[in-house]
């Protein structure tokens, strides 16, 4: 499956932003998805993930509350939209793909991934 994400940008401190990420695949429903994301010099972070049904969601607690993870799985699409923004959420956001229903938090349990799409938050 090939991912392409999209939606980065500047924002302000307090905004909102939406990213989304396409998959060309036949079978996007068997997909768990993820979104992740990496500050230079650091490792990916989980951001939020969501099941084949989207029935189930987590979130990182840094995030929760503020940021909404959702699928179309008629679009192929799943999206991540992210309120009240903060300077610490600067970052190259990435999405991700499994197959598999389980959620995972790391970035080795997606073998899919979409090139990145950077947000970029200004205090």
């Known amino acids: 499956v090939q991912l392409q994400a999209s939606g980065g940008g500047l924002v302000q401190a307090g905004d909102s932003l939406r990213l989304s990420c396409a998959a060309s695949?036949?079978?996007?429903?068997?997909?768990?998805l993820g979104w992740f994301r990496q500050v230079p010099g650091n490792k990916r972070d989980f951001v939020s993930g969501?099941?084949?049904?989207?029935?189930?969601?987590a979130y990182a607690a840094s995030v929760k509350g503020r940021f909404t993870i959702s699928r179309d799985n008629a679009k192929n699409t799943v999206s991540l939209q992210m309120n009240s923004l903060k300077p610490e959420d600067t970052a190259v956001y990435y999405c991700?793909?499994?197959?598999?229903?389980?959620?995972?938090?790391?970035?080795?349990?997606?073998?899919?991934w979409g090139q990145g799409t950077l947000v970029t938050v200004s205090s």
């Open positions: 695949t036949r079978t996007f429903g068997y997909y768990s």
């Open positions: 991700a793909a499994t197959e598999t229903n389980r959620l995972p938090t790391e970035d080795t349990g997606y073998p899919y």
């Open positions: 969501i099941s084949v049904g989207g029935r189930r969601t």
